[in-house]
């Protein structure tokens, strides 16, 4: 049977001073709890989470059908899984978590589970730095003279001796399932002066059986660190980020600046992908092979073809770029804006609801709304689509190799033909046949001598020389 991970996320996190719980604040595009969900689902766990404080909120964060039983009153560790008993397999091993450690890896679990044996109890501890040896909040390991683990002693409740002790609890556990929710749960005991219930109490009932096993973590001690505030948030999210960014660079992507490259967790990246300094993939953004993108832009939500150069400072959401496309500089694609191959979206463009078909340009200063543009079809600088009449939104279509004269508004609902020409600064409001021109301006009027003369007319009103 599949080992249950049952994830604890029911406290309040009151020092990350926040209306959002503490377990959705994101790091690198998802919410803790989510890399803990990873972690555990890493491990071949099948996740259980107890919520309380905001317990729709955290709920509606979970993938569908995770089971999430509520602990309606925050009473302690003990209590939470007390709460959780009736989702609790009977046999089996229970690996209890915390919602708040983002870092943990689904290695870690592995290798904590296949460790375990027939033990009642493993917890896996830690090594608090020498600085911190008295400071410290986590719960201390207590050994008997033969180093046998003995029980956990919280930090407010240790002896000044209890206090130098290094060794810390996690707060990661595997516990024999049915040992867990038949003997022990039904035992545990509040702690004054809170009244708490602590689940540390499982672990010294463990020991009294002679059934602990504690483990201290062998690897990087970044991963058992809880966050409970905003600095040790950013903390976690830089620890985050390069690990990210160094198993891409190990995948073929080349960074300039990997400490200002934020990638979040569900991005893919071909090889000989080029990312430059400052930029920021956000989370459902796929780069295909050998495409390039350029200093400060932001993609999220963006499928990009092989081959792809996006300029520096382009914002996009939700576009899909064509293979071998050029995009910005000072590009805003928007959701909606699909890019055949060869297209060319240039500085100052910006697109919605928008399909140019393949070798299609637009490449200076233009807005392309709710708006299909054939192959090969050329957009001048300074092209409006006007689809929206302060009521609804209308279409454009503008066939293949049309070309859009500088500064021409087309006012939506319109068709331009295929191979049509719009000549500059034409107003369009009635469609344009295939191969048609279109002229949509006042008719031009030259005046011979007429600028100097009024020249000296208005200078001569100022009392000035021409
Ligand atoms: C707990 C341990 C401590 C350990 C530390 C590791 C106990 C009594 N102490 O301390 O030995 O060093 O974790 O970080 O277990 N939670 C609930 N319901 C509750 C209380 C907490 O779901 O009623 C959740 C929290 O949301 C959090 C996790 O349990 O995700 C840990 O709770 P927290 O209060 O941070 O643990 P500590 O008391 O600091
Ligand atoms: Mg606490």
Redesign the pocket.
Known sequence: MMPTALILAA?RGTRMRSALPKVLHPICGQGMLGWVLDAARGAGLSPVVVVGHEAERVRASLPPGTPSPLQAETL??GHAVLCAAEALPREGVIVVLAGDTPLLRAETLRRLLSGHGDAACTVLTGLIPEADAVSSAYGRLVRDVDGVAQRIVEAAEASPDERRIREFNSGVYCFDAAWLVNEVLPTLQPHPPKG?FYLTDAVEAAARLGRLRAVLHDGDNDELAGVNDRAALAWAEGRLRARINTAWMLAGVTMTDPATTYIHHDVRLGEDVTLGPNVTLAAGTQVAVGATIGASCVLEACVVGPGVEVLPFTHAVGANIGAKSRVGPYARLREGTVLGEGVHVGNFVETKKATLHPGAKANHLTYLGDVEVGAKANIGAGTITCNYDGYAKHRTTIGAGAFIGSNSALVAPISIGAGALVAAGSTVVKDVPDDALALARGPQVNHPGRAKELRAHLAGKAGKTP
């Open positions: 406290g302690g560790t708490e």
